[in-house]
């Protein structure tokens, strides 16, 4: 087998596992505040998972909600990042924001290649996919907006080209970092070079082997400690449930280190196809004392396995200055949105929401560095 037909056999065996364990079932089971419905589409060559929401729900996980990732998630980074005298009126107008976006019905939506999770990961592009996809959702759900996550210029040219091409409109969401020749990084980069020491010599690896039953019930708790507690209830709100059968599936492949006791100080969970990597579960004790670098440690374990399988790290969002010192290199990432089927209102919103995170987000991003 070729290692082309050997990819296309691996996301299809992904997507059948997504399927198996979401199909049919109520998301809130997995993920306790996402309301969705998970389903397939076919493109004739590939099938993909879709996410498909058909109205507003508040504090839905911003993974599968638009209006939540473009009103209250991003109102609320607003708010960390800008001076403390801004705070009220960004909130003032986040709460217009968060209306607006209701009014418009931009949670009418399904997400193509949606697996729940920050950052998704494409296969290869192939031409015409996108309006083979793009053809097939609109017959199955055509009071609905399309959206593509999680594409960005340095890995999905084509997927956005085609994209555009077809009159679908791009709305930037974030900037990620990207690790292409983490080799490469570890020989030049001090910063990445002693994290990897670190790693190798600290005592208490978990690897993804090692976990176990009775492992899945902290690593929620230590996912939760970090991205829910620290950062903001938007995130999903993943599992136990969902932690282990993605696990016990393949879908997510886990690394961590636990203390004297045994016990998990801090855990990585890494989803991987291809040729990159993206960590969507990271999590630690956050009361431990900082001296011990259990975040240094946790990235570290991806940078391991990226240096040993030659792969690109996706390391999302966040922590912009620890993850340029170590090699990063910004992209935006964009939702591509296809609404030219929808109301009138419906496509108004659509447009001026690309206009406005292009021509004011994506500088914020860039300046602050994001």
């Known amino acids: ?20 364990i979401h199909g049919g079932a109520d998301s809130r089971e997995w993920v306790a505040n996402l309301k969705t419905r998970a389903e397939t589409i076919d493109s004739g060559e590939r099938r993909y998972p879709v996410s498909v929401d058909d109205g507003d729900i508040d504090g839905n996980a911003w993974v599968c909600s638009p209006r939540t990732t473009y009103g209250d998630y991003a109102t609320e980074e607003a708010v960390r990042y800008a001076p403390a ?4 009126l960004l909130r003032v107008a986040g709460r217009g924001l968060d209306g607006w976006l209701r009014r418009a019905g931009i949670d009418r939506a399904v997400a193509i290649n949606n697996w729940w999770l920050s950052t998704n990961l494409y296969p290869d592009w192939r031409e015409g996919e996108a309006a083979r996809l793009l053809r097939g959702a609109l017959q199955r759900w055509p009071a609905h907006a399309v959206w593509l996550r999680s594409l960005n210029r340095d890995q999905h040219a084509d997927w956005l080209a085609e994209c555009e091409a077809l009159g679908f409109a791009l709305i930037p969401s974030r900037q990620v970092y990207l690790f292409r020749d983490v080799a490469e990084s570890a020989r030049r980069r001090h910063n990445l070079r002693m994290d990897l020491k670190l790693a190798a ?19 929620a708790w230590l996912y939760q400690r970090l991205y829910m507690d620290k950062y903001s209830s938007f995130n999903p709100r993943y599992s136990e449930r969902f932690l282990r059968e993605w696990h016990r599936a393949g879908l997510l492949r886990f690394d961590g280190f636990r203390d004297e006791a045994g016990q998990l100080m801090c855990i990585a969970g890494v989803f991987g196809f291809g040729a990159t990597l993206t960590t969507p579960i990271v999590g630690y004790d956050t ?3 900082q001296r011990l670098g259990l975040y240094r440690l946790l990235t570290a374990t991806t ?7 030659g792969e690109t790290i996706n390391f999302s969002a966040g922590a912009a200055g620890f993850k340029r010192l ?4 910004a992209s935006i990432e964009y939702s591509a949105v296809y ?6 209102k419906a ?16 500088p914020i991003m860039r300046r602050f560095e994001l």
């Open 326 to 329: 170590r090699g990063g290199e």
């Open 287 to 289: 009361d431990l004392p």
């Open 339 to 344: 609404a030219r089927h929808l109301p009138a």
């Open 201 to 219: 010599k600290q005592p208490g690896r978990a690897r993804d082997s090692d976990i176990g039953e009775d492992d899945y019930a902290r690593i």
């Open 303 to 309: 940078f391991e396995h990226a240096v040993a399988g």
């Open 85 to 88: 005298a801004a705070a009220p």
């Open 1 to 20: 087998m070729s290692a082309s037909a050997r990819l296309e056999a691996e996301f299809a065996r992904r997507v059948e596992a997504f399927a198996r």
């Open 347 to 362: 496509r108004r919103a659509v447009a001026a929401l690309s206009a406005l995170t292009r021509r004011v987000g994506v």
